[in-house]
């Protein structure tokens, strides 16, 4: 009954941009912070961004992708969205969100952190 949904992967150039976004479906997303992982063969899940609940007023960046990947939410959409631009062929891996129902988005970055996640969607950077 709750479920994440992302969409907007998909095969693209180096320096090229994607939106991805992550819907939900059977609840309501306003009062969840929200984080993007990604996920490459061979390599462990890592945190990207993540966003606080309601507002969006506070937002977070790994290192590598800070500059090139923007979060967002369009609360009347139920959706959270990340702007990818720059894309690099490091970048290739499968991108999931997760949820959780907090105002507390401290440790958004942290896998753990969250109760809910979706299926993934593949991102591939050619160069």
């Known amino acids: 009954q709750l479920q994440l949904v992302e969409s907007g992967g998909g095969l693209v150039q180096s320096g090229g941009s994607l939106r991805l976004s992550c819907a939900a479906s059977g609840f309501t997303l306003d009062d969840y912070a929200i984080g993007w992982f990604r996920q490459a063969p061979g390599k462990e899940r890592e945190g990207v961004s993540c966003?606080?609940?309601?507002?969006?007023?506070?937002?977070n960046y790994a290192y590598s992708v800070e500059g090139r990947f923007t979060i967002s939410r369009d609360n009347a959409k139920n959706t959270v969205y990340l702007q990818i631009d720059s894309l690099k062929p490091e970048d290739t891996a499968i991108y999931y969100c997760a949820a959780r129902r907090t105002m507390d988005s401290g440790y958004c970055h942290l896998d753990w952190f969250y109760d809910y996640w979706g299926q993934g969607t593949q991102v591939t950077v050619s160069s």
């Open positions: 966003i606080s609940s309601r507002s969006g007023s506070s937002t």
